[in-house]
């Protein structure tokens, strides 16, 4: 028990190590979830876009009128 106590406590930089460590993940879950919500509101974009393409009548399969 007292080498795992040892470990945590590094060397008595314990105290800033794992507060780095949680912030760091912090950071990196927030990253993700605002890439993932960034993603999908890309996706609604895009759907949206191709749905009001795909309404048009007679467009072209380039998407240009003719």
Known sequence: MDSLAAFFNMG???AF???AFVTSGL????LL???W???KAQER?????????GAG???AE???ET
Not at 45 to 53: F, K, M, P, Q, V
């Open 12 to 14: 008595g930089y314990g």
């Open 17 to 19: 190590v794992w507060p």
């Open 27 to 30: 950071v990196l879950i927030a």
């Open 33 to 35: 979830a605002a890439s």
């Open 37 to 39: 919500h960034f993603a």
């Open 45 to 53: 974009t895009l759907a949206r876009l191709e749905s009001d393409a």
């Open 57 to 59: 009548a007679g467009a």
């Open 62 to 64: 380039d998407g240009h």
